[in-house]
């Protein structure tokens, strides 16, 4: 398998990751440091992958396309006239200093300038133009969907948010070359991403992820999805993300959002209570793994369907969550108590109990 031409589709928007106010550009520094090109620490969103493939990976040709490099609102911020901070301290604040004597500035310069600034596809914020990105970075920027994707050997989707995705790759859906990878992102969960492409009549496409799990700029790590590619594009893309983001890791194709979207933040407490779980039964009960586990998918699925019936946002009418502080107490044994998890959930049970 090999890839020589990555065409991404989207070049995202800095506002968002302005308003979470945790964000850093590390990673981008750190490509910034690697490759020589100082403009690439001013990269974010997609664009910081398309360094690193170009740059990093060594992949010959890296187009990113996206109307709102032709928008009147295409904004681009200038760090040091606009935010009052210098390219090389920038730099050196993310590499050797604390990230924080910096960001500030640049976060409260895009959230003052974000309401003036249209929503993509009408316009976006960046610290790079168009011209900037070509010429610095060495890549190639368009506006052309169709000639992007054309004879790519993979294409990510940096596109919004899921529902719009299908308009968007229908327009050039005959553009896409037979077998080609195509990988999502954050927007849109990697099994609809296939179903999308079935629906038209695109069963040959090679579906996996470059999911980043965070902001590219901030940290360098990409999870890719298994399950829905042939086993040797989904380890030419792991290796391609390895070497371009620094860190891989392959994931179940239809795990992909649970592990790397928002919500990962309950998969992580579920995942740690089954693992801790499973080890009390076992290990000090001495019961069958296979009960064990049925008794966890009972839970699990339980929970799921008590969630859907009640609506998140009405949990403890339905349940108090006491009623589990006085069941599960004598469960806080072995690893489920030493690990801690369990006391601490049964605390912040008590804490939601009516
Ligand atoms: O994060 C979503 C990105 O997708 C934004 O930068 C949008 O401007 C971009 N976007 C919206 N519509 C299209 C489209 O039709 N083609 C491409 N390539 N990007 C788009």
Known sequence: VEINKVAILGAGCWRTHAATGITTFKRACEV??????????????????????KH???????????????????????????????????????????????????????????????????????????????????????????????????????????????DIFKKIIDDIPEGCIVANTCTIPTRQFKEMFEDMGRDDLQVTSYHPATVPEHKGQ????????????????????????????????????????????????????????RDACTDILGAPVDFTQNMAVEALQMMAKFMEEEGLDKLEEALDPAALTNTADSMNFGPLADTEILPKALEVLEKYSK
């Open 222 to 277: 990409v999870f890719v999805a298994e399950g829905y590619a042939d086993e040797e594009v989904v380890e030419a893309v792991y290796e391609l993300g390895e070497k371009a983001r620094g860190l891989a890791f392959k994931v179940p194709g239809y795990l992909l959002g649970p592990v790397c979207d928002m919500a990962s933040a309950v998969t992580a407490i579920v995942y740690a209570g089954l693992l801790t779980f």
């Open 32 to 53: 910034a440091d690697e490759t020589g090109i100082k403009e690439a620490a001013l990269t974010h969103s997609s664009v910081t992958y398309a360094v690193e493939l």
């Open 56 to 166: 990093l990976a060594g992949v010959d040709e890296v187009v990113l396309s996206d109307p709102v490099f032709d928008a009147d609102g295409f904004t681009v911020v200038d760090i040091e006239e606009d935010c009052d901070v210098d390219l090389d301290e920038f730099i050196k604040a993310h590499l050797e200093g604390n990230p924080e004597d910096v960001m500030p500035k640049l976060r409260d310069y895009v959230n003052d300038i974000a309401d003036d600034v249209p929503k993509p596809p009408k316009g976006a914020i960046h610290f790079l133009s168009p011209e900037e990105m070509e010429d610095k970075l060495d890549i190639v920027v368009t506006t052309d969907d169709a000639e992007a994707v054309e004879d790519a050997d993979m294409i990510i989707s940096w596109l919004p948010k899921g529902g719009v995705q299908p």
